[in-house]
């Protein structure tokens, strides 16, 4: 059972404006959530993260906000870029007995059109 | 900084022949390290995860094997590959405390 749901499979915006992808969860007891980005043939990378006990996190072009009562999780990337282009994973952890357990889910794949 | 090695890049193998995925670490020592499985429509499903020489923990059942001989290195086998096997496989490491995963450049299998 996806514990973390990525609804959106694909996304498709214009350059400049802003990418929102999306990320529902089911598990409370998650306290950490992170943000991959895949290029094809690559691993993922990291791109941003989010502790619970705060609601927004900034870096640059991309925000990621954290609703922890409809347990929901969104990435913004403002302004969109063609090298925006990829997929996005979102990711959730939670402490268990021998450290994080981190549970991802199924990716949106994000095309930026110039 | 930590980086990981993971080959080959693409494999095909046919159904009932065996598999042996490697992964190297470089740049840190004791690492956890994980192998995850991308298949088609689902998530990076973890496939067991090691935090130790010779600790090897599995999450789902499957004909699939790990094992980890050294520090920094994990292995990820099998006997006899089924269809099922196909898709695209990542190693990944992480550094407790520190938060998040640093991933391998994957292998594509494709069971034939």
């Known amino acids: 059972d996806q514990q973390v749901k990525q609804n959106s499979p694909s996304l498709s915006v214009q350059e400049g404006r802003i990418s929102i992808l999306n990320c529902d969860y089911t598990?409370?007891?998650?306290?950490?959530f992170l943000w991959y980005k895949k290029y094809p043939a690559e691993g993922p990378t990291f791109l941003i993260s989010?502790?619970?006990?705060?609601d927004k996190n900034e870096d640059g072009r991309f925000t990621v906000f954290l609703n922890k009562s409809a347990k929901h999780l969104s990435l913004h990337i403002v302004p969109s870029q063609p090298g925006d282009s990829a997929v996005y994973f979102c990711?959730?952890?939670?402490?268990?007995?021998?450290?994080?357990?981190?549970?991802f889910g199924t990716g949106t794949s994000l095309t930026v059109i110039p | 900084s930590q980086t990981i090695h993971q080959w080959p890049a693409t494999l095909v193998q046919p159904v009932g022949s065996p598999l042996s995925l490697e992964c190297t670490v470089e740049?840190?020592?004791?690492?956890?390290l994980y192998w995850y499985r991308q298949a088609a429509g689902r998530g990076l499903q973890l496939l067991f995860y090691?935090?130790?020489?010779?600790?090897i923990s599995s999450e789902v059942p499957q004909n699939l094997s790990a094992s980890r001989p050294q520090d920094r290195q994990f292995i990820l086998s099998s006997k006899k590959l089924l269809l099922s096997d196909s898709g695209f496989y990542l190693c990944a490491l992480s550094q407790p405390p520190v938060y998040g995963y640093t991933f391998g450049s994957g292998t594509r299998l494709t069971v034939v």
């Open positions: 990711a959730a952890s939670e402490w268990v007995n021998t450290g994080n357990q981190f549970y």
């Open positions: 740049g840190t020592s004791n690492p956890n």
């Open positions: 598990n409370s007891m998650f306290d950490y």
């Open positions: 090691s935090v130790g020489i010779g600790q």
């Open positions: 989010i502790s619970s006990i705060k």
